[in-house]
């Protein structure tokens, strides 16, 4: 009998949901930055074995939204609750005790996947209260490879009975075009501070596998003209940095050298405009369409 499953990755912003995605994938897929709010649009890692598929969505954190952006991560957040089998709710072991779930998802839909609470971070706390952790039912305690495995093996057994839905050798369910702007805003995050990086977003515009290297054509995006001159940095040593970060990655995921082209341009206000977000795959949900 073969099992399929959708396991969300869910919690408030930073708590390690991409560098939990990462560890069980085994590779950089899933953008990792210190800075609270990186992830924005869900990204789903697939782990295949003989009878087993699971697909782990890194879900964007539940903040309580402040703008047109953060509602629709939420709201992309709020359905990817919907649409998962088991939901991992992680929180930061030195923040612990976890809230109630219930609370940080009070405006959603009932969902009725099992909810399972993981703390993350384990290293920054003692191995007295790690053990602690680890014995609070229904949770969690993330500590090491061995503690993820664990974790995973615990997932397999709880999956429903179903066909894959991707083929065994798949690791993303999203095109690679995707990634390339994940990359370029991980690289952001990274290479720029304040609110530079949370105005900044990136656009595929040509993306040929055919050639040796893969050509990419991207347009890098800021709501101001400082912030353009900010991510070009002196003498474009910024704008360097940024796309030798995204590019190491993209070339590590692809298995192929890559030549990466990057263009930088205003676009006043895109946080806010629903027509701009569309644009960069925030849909506008059902229920707010005209």
């Given at each position: 009998m073969s099992r399929f499953g959708r396991i969300a990755l869910a919690g408030l912003p930073n708590a390690g949901k991409s560098s939990l995605l990462n560890a069980i994938l085994g590779t950089h897929l899933s953008l990792v930055s210190p800075k609270a709010q990186a992830t924005r649009l869900p990204v789903s890692g697939i782990v295949s074995d003989a009878d087993t598929q699971m697909v782990?969505?890194?879900?964007?954190?539940?903040?309580?939204?402040?703008?047109?952006?953060?509602?629709?991560?939420?709201?992309?957040?709020?359905?990817?609750?919907?649409?998962?089998?088991?939901?991992?709710?992680?929180?930061?072991?030195?923040?612990?005790?976890?809230?109630?779930?219930?609370?940080?998802?009070?405006?959603?839909?009932?969902?009725?996947?099992?909810?399972?609470?993981?703390?993350?971070?384990?290293?920054?706390?003692?191995?007295?209260?790690?053990?602690?952790?680890?014995?609070?039912?229904?949770?969690?305690?993330?500590?090491s490879a061995a503690s993820i495995e664990a974790l995973v093996t615990r997932l397999r057994e709880r999956l429903p009975a179903g066909e894959f839905q991707y083929p065994a050798d798949d690791l993303a369910s999203q095109p690679m075009r995707f990634f390339v702007t994940e990359y370029l805003r991980e690289a952001a995050f990274d290479a720029l501070e304040d609110e530079v990086p949370y105005a900044f977003t990136a656009e595929v515009d040509e993306f040929r596998e055919g050639r040796k290297p893969v050509y990419i054509r991207t347009t890098l995006y800021v709501e101001r003209e400082s912030q353009k001159g900010i991510v070009i940095g002196h003498r474009g040593e910024t704008l360097r940095k940024i796309g030798t970060h995204a590019r190491t990655r993209l070339e590590a995921l692809l298995g192929e050298q890559v030549y990466l082209e990057t263009w930088v341009k205003v676009l006043p206000g895109w946080r806010r405009n629903a027509a701009h977000l569309a644009r960069f795959g925030f849909p506008v949900p059902d229920n707010e369409a005209e």
């Amino acid at each position: 009998m073969s099992r399929f499953g959708r396991i969300a990755l869910a919690g408030l912003p930073n708590a390690g949901k991409s560098s939990l995605l990462n560890a069980i994938l085994g590779t950089h897929l899933s953008l990792v930055s210190p800075k609270a709010q990186a992830t924005r649009l869900p990204v789903s890692g697939i782990v295949s074995d003989a009878d087993t598929q699971m697909v782990f969505v890194d879900l964007p954190g539940l903040l309580e939204p402040a703008y047109l952006l953060q509602k629709r991560m939420r709201q992309l957040a709020l359905e990817g609750l919907r649409t998962a089998d088991i939901v991992l709710f992680l929180h930061p072991a030195p923040e612990a005790p976890a809230p109630p779930f219930a609370q940080l998802v009070s405006d959603a839909q009932h969902f009725a996947a099992e909810v399972i609470t993981v703390y993350t971070k384990g290293d920054q706390v003692s191995e007295a209260r790690r053990r602690e952790l680890a014995l609070l039912a229904p949770v969690t305690a993330i500590t090491s490879a061995a503690s993820i495995e664990a974790l995973v093996t615990r997932l397999r057994e709880r999956l429903p009975a179903g066909e894959f839905q991707y083929p065994a050798d798949d690791l993303a369910s999203q095109p690679m075009r995707f990634f390339v702007t994940e990359y370029l805003r991980e690289a952001a995050f990274d290479a720029l501070e304040d609110e530079v990086p949370y105005a900044f977003t990136a656009e595929v515009d040509e993306f040929r596998e055919g050639r040796k290297p893969v050509y990419i054509r991207t347009t890098l995006y800021v709501e101001r003209e400082s912030q353009k001159g900010i991510v070009i940095g002196h003498r474009g040593e910024t704008l360097r940095k940024i796309g030798t970060h995204a590019r190491t990655r993209l070339e590590a995921l692809l298995g192929e050298q890559v030549y990466l082209e990057t263009w930088v341009k205003v676009l006043p206000g895109w946080r806010r405009n629903a027509a701009h977000l569309a644009r960069f795959g925030f849909p506008v949900p059902d229920n707010e369409a005209e």
